[in-house]
């Protein structure tokens, strides 16, 4: 870690105690590591007897219940108002959109400081103060480093939390994003009290009927294009209706496919209920960067795992799948 990087998490701190009113919030659609770098934080700011608003705009999923304060986010963002803030914390967020809090801030006569804490490659300069590692396998990771290097003492809490995320950011070490700091991180998380076997219950084997159904409707579907070393599989929006399952556990589809023998990358391609067709792509070959492609397509993320957005609907005609204006 360079001293730069050192200094930015000491400037953070020092702004966050600093401040007077705090609001916190994570992306759309909130997976384990969002969820549970927000509880991070609310856990810091309530040592810190911090005034303090945690904000998601979609319900956490029910799974994630047992994270520590995850009652205390809200979802309302009538109720936000931004001019009462004077600090501003994105967690795990590529750009300020995916919080549904850019227009209020943007926006705002009275702009609050922005930090950012990040692992997602850059999209927008959005903070005053940010702190990313692309390389780092989740954004609790980045938040160990920010309580290390500030010396603020890891609880029990804050440890289920930190390993809370990097599990499921890497798929409990299956996603190649993992490296020697992550494993370290989550074995001292462990020593420090987190709850390894509430965390498996919770994420990995709390899987619904519906979504053990909406897996099998994607692996069915997998094709592989032999030319360029591709596979692809697709989800309408009548079969995730059906299925009923939780963002997370949809999450979860591209990165176990991304172990199929003998492809260099997977495509899941799946239809949203706004009309827009959501792109996760995976691989586990060291020499292919799929953010390029993701980028291309007006999206992004790591070199391994990455994502994008496009407007349009699946058809399937002759056999083959295409995407169609709506």
């Known amino acids: 870690m360079n001293r730069i990087t050192k200094l930015l998490h000491k400037q953070a701190y020092k702004r966050i105690k600093d401040s007077n009113h705090i609001l916190l919030a994570t992306h759309e659609k909130p997976d384990g590591d969002a969820?549970?770098?927000?509880?991070?934080?609310?856990?810091?700011?309530?040592n810190l007897n911090k005034a303090y608003t945690a904000f998601c705009i979609?319900?956490?999923p029910v799974q994630?219940?047992?994270?520590?304060?995850i009652e205390k986010i809200k979802t309302n963002k009538d109720k936000i108002d931004i001019s009462?803030?004077?600090?501003?914390?994105?967690l795990d967020c590529g750009s300020l959109s995916r919080t549904g809090l850019h227009e209020e801030i943007n926006n705002s006569s009275q702009k609050p400081f922005i930090i950012e804490f990040d692992h997602h490659l850059k999209i927008e300069d959005i903070a005053d103060i940010e702190i990313r590692d692309s390389a780092a396998a989740s954004t609790t990771e980045i938040l160990y480093d920010f309580l290390q290097f500030n010396k603020i003492s890891i609880n029990k809490n804050i440890a289920n939390c930190i390993l809370t995320g990097i599990l499921t950011d890497t798929a409990f070490f299956l996603y190649p994003s993992t490296r020697d700091k992550t494993i370290s991180i989550a074995s001292e998380m462990l020593e420090k009290g987190a709850r390894f076997p509430q965390i498996i219950e919770n994420t990995?084997?709390?899987?619904s009927l519906g979504a053990m159904q909406v897996w099998g409707k994607a692996l069915s579907n997998i094709y592989l294009n032999k030319k360029y070393g591709l596979a692809f599989s697709v989800l309408t929006k009548k079969d995730i209706e059906q299925s009923r399952a939780t963002e997370e556990e949809l999450e979860g589809i591209a990165g176990f496919m991304s172990n199929l023998e003998g492809v260099k990358a997977i495509l899941l391609l799946r239809e949203e209920l706004d009309g827009k067709i959501k792109g996760s792509l995976r691989t586990s070959r060291p020499d292919i960067d799929v953010s390029l492609l993701a980028r291309a397509l007006g999206g992004g993320g790591h070199k391994k795992a990455s994502g994008f957005k496009i407007k349009g609907k699946l058809t399937k005609e002759d056999n083959v799948w295409k995407v169609v204006d709506n």
Not at 35 to 46: A, P, T
Not at 84 to 90: E, P, R, T, V
């Open 58 to 60: 979609d319900e956490p």
């Open 204 to 207: 990995w084997r709390n899987k």
């Open 64 to 69: 994630f219940d047992f994270l520590p304060h």
């Open 84 to 90: 009462q803030y004077d600090l501003f914390i994105s």
């Open 35 to 46: 969820l549970s770098s927000i509880s991070v934080m609310i856990e810091l700011l309530e």
